[in-house]
């Protein structure tokens, strides 16, 4: 009996849902709740509920698979897309030309793109020098603005007439070309970052000055005697001659003996060099004679500096200002000991740390030295600077006056013992 009794017990218990009267449902509710607190059972009752009554809707007609693939593909394409957030896209505006007044209050962008020119350039003296043509140029435009010329563009005439306000100041034809060289590459720099169309200084032409350069070099003699002067018993003196010897020796540039540092002297098969970072970040190797050589030991001895690979090799003797010894000199201090020994010489014309550069390049062009070897002693990318630099060998010496002949024996003209009187008298 109590087997029997469990076998019906368990068949009612575990009988199919849509088989159970009312009743029993209600009585499996109160037994046990968990049947039917899960959604998926609720929809079960619901479809067994509905599956034995009449559809209320009348049947559709089964379409087509390809209907069908359409119709889950744009449902699935539709809930799977998100819609994309709102974004601000700031369209980029490229101005023909630019005004004056844009110019003298430019927009963030404007002053953006300016600033990263200047830090493009590679030397900070290139970068200077650019801010000061920059601020020149600005003073020419306030100055055009106070006369009431307000809707002016910068286009190419306005630059010429930038180059004709320049050449009415008296400027040299070299520093005209250089600010019009300034201008060229910044508008070059606009229009590649697209803000404005073209460059207005692109067809501007430059003066082109092809003159003598006014730097005198030194003559032999007057290097032996420039460099008797100073006092090797005083630091001072024995700083002074190692820097002097640096300059007609190695032919460097007055930023870059402000720039060496300890480190920059190193020795390689028992030979002292100099490793050097000149114009455009670019190294080169100078070879120490033993005269120059022993200069700089002599000076480190007697001033007794600190050995430190990171200190600089000429440092400011004495500094009553910020009390700073370890800075690297000013190079307006390498300008003073040239004038100052030059004076004390004798020499009377006017000098300057590259009148040195060019003695020490053409004493080497008078000693037959090959150009590709002046060229990477003085770190240039081309030989043409030489004759530029050669201050004791002139056109005039090899001029193609002296060559020409017609076959002239004679001149007629014969030049008077007495000299000529004049109708005057």
């Known amino acids: ?170 400027l040299e034809h070299s520093t005209i070309d250089r600010h019009l060289a300034t201008f060229r590459s910044l508008f070059k720099w606009l229009t590649e970052e697209e803000v404005i169309e073209k460059n207005p200084v692109e067809r501007v032409r430059f003066l082109s000055p092809k003159k003598i350069s006014k730097t005198q070099g030194f003559t032999d003699e007057e290097v032996r005697k420039v460099l008797k002067q100073p006092n090797l018993h005083a630091r001072t003196g024995a700083q002074h001659y190692a820097i002097l010897m640096i300059l007609f020796y190695c032919g460097l540039r007055r930023s870059e003996i402000c720039g060496l540092k300890l480190s920059n002297l190193f020795i390689e098969k028992e030979k002292p060099l100099l490793r050097l970072k000149g114009k455009g970040n670019k190294e080169r190797i100078v070879p120490l004679i033993p005269a120059v050589w022993n200069a700089i030991r002599y000076f480190l001895y007697l001033s007794r500096k600190e050995i430190e690979l990171d200190n600089y090799l000429f440092t400011p003797i004495r500094n009553n200002r910020t ?61 043409q600077m030489i004759v530029q630099y050669d201050k004791r060998r002139t056109v005039l010496e090899g001029s193609a006056a002296y060559f020409i002949d017609y076959g002239v024996q004679e001149s007629r003209v014969k030049i008077p013992r007495k000299p000529i009187e004049s109708d005057s008298a």
Request: aromatic share 8%; charged share 25%.
């Open 1 to 170: 009996m109590k087997k029997s009794k469990l076998r019906t017990q368990l068949k009612s218990r575990f009988k199919p849902i849509h088989k159970l009267s009312k009743n029993a449902l209600q009585k499996r509710k109160k037994k046990s709740s968990f049947i039917f607190t899960s959604p998926y059972r609720l929809e079960i009752l619901k479809l067994t509920q509905t599956s034995h009554s009449e559809p209320t809707q009348p049947l559709q007609p089964l379409q087509p698979e390809t209907q069908i693939q359409t119709q889950v593909q744009t449902t699935l394409t539709s809930s799977n897309q998100k819609q994309p957030l709102p974004l601000e896209i700031k369209e980029k505006s490229i101005h023909a030309e630019l005004t004056l007044e844009q110019w003298l209050n430019p927009s963030s962008d404007l002053q953006g793109h300016i600033r990263a020119f200047l830090l493009d350039q590679r030397s900070p003296h290139t970068m200077s020098s650019y801010e000061k043509d920059l601020k020149r140029f600005r003073k020419f435009l306030l100055f055009q603005k106070q006369s009431g010329k307000i809707d002016l563009y910068l286009n190419r005439a306005f630059f010429i007439a930038y180059k004709n306000f320049l050449l009415s100041e008296q």
């Open 323 to 383: 009390k700073d010894l370890k800075k690297a000199l000013d190079p307006s201090l390498i300008f003073y000991i040239v004038r100052k020994y030059s004076r004390l010489a004798g020499i009377l014309k006017k000098v300057s740390p590259h009148s040195c550069r060019a003695t020490a390049i053409s004493n080497a062009r008078d000693h037959q030295v090959p150009d590709r070897a002046i060229q990477e002693f003085a770190g240039w990318e081309s030989t």
